[in-house]
């Protein structure tokens, strides 16, 4: 199984139907298909290849901010969210990647739409009619190449500060299908490897290693191109993997728009999950 | 034969080795391999599917604006431009595509590197010490869905003003294989068909369309899905394309880097066609 | 009377209470204040420096897209737009200026705002659900500088094609007075001269060298160092000028989202103003 | 004495003839004027209004990074951080500012033209013909407003991990004179406070703060408005001060350009203090 995909339930449709230790549930919300994935052990482990923890997507058509739809969607991420956040303490959001590269600026874009109130303290809020307002920072790290610190280094020397109850991570995502990019969103509670997705593993951030829940939320943005002709030769009933493909990976020429809604999306799925008491229309002229 | 290119070199390749109408000559400079494709007739063009021109392709590595390799490359495109130009009148520069689409950036971003000249008159040229400059003009057109125009329409209503004896127009291609996306330039004199490679094809533009010489240059950065997957499977053996897949077309993670890089060769090339008195360093000190 | 300014208020300002051949007329609808200056004749010309016709100013607080204070805004620039745009006939809307320029992008960025439709037919509006849409068309036809080519011709070639039954211009403006860059908008009906405000003074833009009705919008978004200080020196009562400063144009540092917010607010309502058929909301979602 | 800026250049200019506790030196190096102003006590501290320490200013022409003469300020930079660096150890550069904010952005611009070296070891360095390479960091912490984190804390978090030698900040800087924007250039050794020039000061970033020595490089890119109306008018021999001018800082029009330049000239020079074995194209082929 050399697939390139972060994705579980990607992972999870490659293994024949029974699988051990996996336990997987679906629905249907609006126009958005809810899939649930529990990794419950080792077995689960070996099966899909990814750590014990629950991995949710939610699919449906290419994310835009503009659509009802997508109200639907950031709705969806938003109770999912609240669902698996701490109710007490400041929560710190880290957006990964590399913002001069498009595909890869889905983490920094969001990161910029978090309403940060960390800094704001009480008085101010009730000034500014803001009322009890939870305290949120928000960061982009960067990318080792760049800065020449893992990611982890980085949060965890930000988390020794800021003291969070959780990290929620955001990350863009390599799929094996054209037709998830830029429609699917992954939330896991599970932490994430940055970059293994494009064969550029680093060190993991999870509950292990920096110490507080990690949640993780990506979308895939990119897919390997020989993973790509698999996926097209599989649907017309081809098995044998092209072993000669060039490991490039490859995004749709819209990745601009998609990475900008995508981005909006959410953001202010994850602005309203922490400040709940306010509407999305308050959140929007704050930031 | 539905495989999506704008190459010449492509299309030549998909042909059996014998075709009638069509000359062709290939031989290697520095580091580049230069294909010389002469379209001579009717049944030439049935053949490859391109209108009666030569085609100039020069292939190399991954286009870099810092290595030496570069300065092969534009000067290869700088000695084709040099043979093409007419010796005397105004050139109109045009830049094609949306610059807020990533892999279609191409044109604009070259455009933006053109030194235009045709505002400066000879005293305020030789007051800058710049000699004899040879009159240029560089525009941007835009896309048909953002302005409502056609882009012949813009050009025409331009050419009308500015009276060039020929147009250079840039723009980014479509090829069928992955691994000449930003390592293959294409330089024509047959017009072209802006998104004809997208399968949004507007308006010809050509001599016939525009009435002076066009010189059109491109460098391929999509590659349609299906195409890619064929590309693959045919290294393989197989011969079936896959009817199924989805005309999205995609482009490498990394376009972002390959859009400046490209547009920063193709802007220098050009501008030392045009004004071959000075040398690249002088030009990049000017712009 | 040396004071740098492009808008008709200010240099009315700058004259003796009485005027001959200018008509003032002031009231405040919402929270912005609206002056209609009309220049009647030669006498008036003298007296403010401006051509004769109607120059509409609108002031308000610093202009936001977040607010509903600028939906008040957006209306009252789409009312006048209405009262001066032909009742038939394709619209040409040209935003001017340095895209790369932060002060100067307002132009290329409304026109990039503006839903351009004379490339959809009827039937393809009927069948998207968008009814009886009025033709417009929208290009940003850069600056002298980089493209070589005056933009008065460049607006010309293309009347030539689209044959418009008027123009509208967006530029930016300079002002007299800092607390008027990004809070007001002016709109004439006598043409422009792209650049005249930062002492750039290139070929008017107007019924004269265009053959169509010219209706500009422009929002003050630099101010001279000199004039800015005399501005400051005037509020204390002193007369003299600085006549040593340095003739630099200086812009707020948040120009930036200046840009951002006067180009959304510029463009809606230019959309709405267009097809008044279609909601704010509605149009938002087809750009 | 509230003339704000940053420069303590201009802070002593306001001071009479003698202060006490400083000590002050001037030449010419090409067409550079360098200053350095030592704060040697309580007393210079009360009289410039900076802490102890060293203040070198590099003034000269706009800065371009085309032209010769920007070598030459280059050097100039890059001579005086040799001087003030340890000779041993890791060294974290942060470039501080938003991104978002034109005349803001210097540090994250020139923090993302640093060479990252922290990350890779010695054998690939060897492989790479990269030799003996120093361990280099760089981030760009973002700015309290959209982060919620102070700026200190973040590099403290950094620091506790990374445990550099010493600290290099890049910010943008205020000044009291429009003709210093883009033109000078300040390394001190005494710390920064960051916003402390556009009258948002935040915790302060020095060695008494962060625990290793901090160097500080700065180019003013803002003005406020009363004090440069006050600037104009001292000119000409006024002294009272505009008491009632807005807080608004201003920023040249060409702020795009003078950013570019100037964060280019700061990490080249930044890059061959800290690699001086290699040559400024060598590392700029890196980048």
Redesign the interface.
């Known amino acids: 199984m050399n697939i390139r995909t972060d994705l579980a339930l990607e992972r999870r449709e490659l293994v024949n139907d029974e699988c051990q230790g996996v336990e997987c549930d679906e629905y249907t919300k609006g126009n958005a298909k809810i899939t649930r994935i529990k990794v419950l052990n080792k077995q689960g482990e070996e099966a899909v290849g990814k750590p014990i923890g629950t991995y949710i997507t939610i699919e449906g058509d290419l994310i835009s901010n503009?659509?009802p739809s997508d109200d639907n969607r950031r709705n969806a991420v938003s109770e999912e969210l609240k669902r698996l956040l701490p109710k007490d303490g400041t929560i710190l959001v880290a957006g990964l990647g590399n913002s001069?590269?498009?595909?890869?600026a889905l983490g920094p874009k969001t990161a910029?739409g978090i309403l940060?109130?960390?800094?704001?303290d009480k008085d101010l809020a009730e000034t500014l009619g803001l009322g009890n307002l939870r305290?949120?920072?928000?960061?982009?790290?960067?990318v080792?190449?760049?800065?020449?610190?893992?990611t982890v280094?980085?949060i965890?020397?930000?988390?020794?500060?800021?003291k969070p109850s959780a990290v929620i991570i955001i990350d863009a995502l390599a799929s094996r299908r054209?037709?998830r990019l830029g429609t699917t969103i992954q939330i896991s509670d599970s932490g994430i490897c940055p970059g293994s997705g494009?064969g550029n593993s680093r060190s993991e951030i999870s509950e292990k290693t920096v110490g507080v829940p990690v949640i993780a939320i990506g979308v895939p943005t990119?897919?390997d191109?020989?993973t790509?002709?698999e996926d097209?030769?599989q649907?017309?009933g081809?098995n044998?993997p092209?072993a000669?493909?060039?490991g490039?990976?490859?995004?749709?020429?819209?990745?601009?728009?998609v990475i900008d809604r995508a981005s909006g999306v959410l953001s202010m799925a994850i602005n309203c999950a922490l400040h709940p008491q306010m509407s999305a229309e308050d959140l929007?002229?704050l930031i």
């Not at 305290?135 to 790290?141: E, Q, T």
């Not at 490039?248 to 728009?257: L, S």
């Open positions: 503009e659509l001069d590269i498009t595909p890869d910029s940060a109130t960390r800094h704001i305290s949120v920072s928000a960061i982009s790290p960067g080792l190449g760049k800065t020449g610190i893992e280094e980085i965890n020397g930000i988390i020794s500060r800021v054209l037709s494009v990119v897919v191109a020989s790509l002709a097209i030769m649907i017309k081809e044998t092209p000669d493909s060039i490039m990976m490859v995004t749709p020429r819209e990745i601009d728009t929007s002229a």
